[in-house]
């Protein structure tokens, strides 16, 4: 059974930095994509970074700058390193992964004090 364990995620104030890491488990071929979403309180989730096996990357417009996603392909291990946070980016953040069909992490929180 494929498993996404979260952790890394806490309080911390504005222009703080918190690393998330999610390590795949149960899986024993390389996934394809791993990232990250988050949900904000009344909010719809979204997509804040992703990875391909490949090393391409894409984020949401709202983190280019300040969040840097990695990956450790031999562990299925994705990081989030976050900079200059902002309450902004407050809100429960999921990791996942994608190979034939999407995996879920249930997340992990971060709140940012302003």
């Known amino acids: 059974q494929v498993q996404l364990v979260e952790s890394g995620g806490g309080l911390v104030q504005a222009g703080g930095s918190l690393r998330l890491s999610c390590a795949a488990s149960?899986?024993?071929?390389?996934?394809?994509?791993m990232g990250w979403f988050r949900q904000a309180p009344g909010k719809q989730r979204e997509l804040v970074a992703s990875?391909?096996?490949?090393?391409?990357?894409n984020y949401a417009d709202s983190v280019k700058g300040r969040f840097t996603i990695s990956r450790e392909n031999a562990k299925n291990t994705v990081f989030l390193q976050m900079s200059s946070l902002t309450s902004e980016d407050t809100g429960v953040y999921y990791c996942?992964?994608?190979?034939?069909?999407?995996?879920w992490g249930s997340g992990t929180q971060v709140t940012v004090s302003s």
């Open positions: 990875a391909g096996s490949s090393g391409r990357t």
């Open positions: 996942y992964a994608v190979h034939g069909k999407a995996y």
């Open positions: 149960g899986i024993i071929f390389r996934i394809e994509t």
